[in-house]
Nanobody
Framework: QLQLVESGGGLVHPGGSLTLSCLAS????????IAWFRQAPGKEREGVAC????????DYADSVKGRFTISSDNAKNTVYLQMHSLKTEDTAVYYC?????????????????WGQGTQVTVSS
């Protein structure tokens, strides 16, 4: 059974850092594309970053470029999202998602499997 479990969320001050983890089970990362999405209250879900672990290709939303880094550890079957210089507007529930295929995108309907989400709150 394919499952994604996020962890690492929490409360952080503006300018701070957090690292989110997405532990995958039931499949091998190399056969899938993985993405992080987020959804703030009253807003639509938006793509944050995506990765093709087999191709080592990543992409980011303009709003997080230079501040967030997505990476994968195939041995641990885990995808990470390192977040630095956090802003209040980064506050949201963060979800990881996976779908078979190697070309990663940040288009939510193209992802079949989703984690339960982890809350990130950036506040002073």
């Amino acid at each position: 059974q394919l499952q994604l479990v996020e962890s690492g969320g929490g409360l952080v001050h503006p300018g701070g850092s957090l690292t989110l983890s997405c532990l995958a089970s039931g499949f091998t990362l190399n056969d899938y594309k993985i993405a992080w999405f987020r959804q703030a209250p009253g807003k639509e879900r938006e793509g944050v970053a995506c990765i093709s672990p087999s191709l080592s290709i990543t992409d980011y939303a303009d709003s997080v470029k230079g501040r967030f880094t997505i990476s994968s550890d195939n041995a641990k079957n885990t995808v990470y999202l390192q977040m630095h210089s956090l802003k209040t507007e980064d506050t949201a529930v963060y979800y990881c998602a996976a779908s078979r295929g190697r070309i990663a995108t940040m288009i939510a309907p193209l992802y079949d499997y989703w984690g339960q989400g982890t809350q990130v709150t950036v506040s002073s």
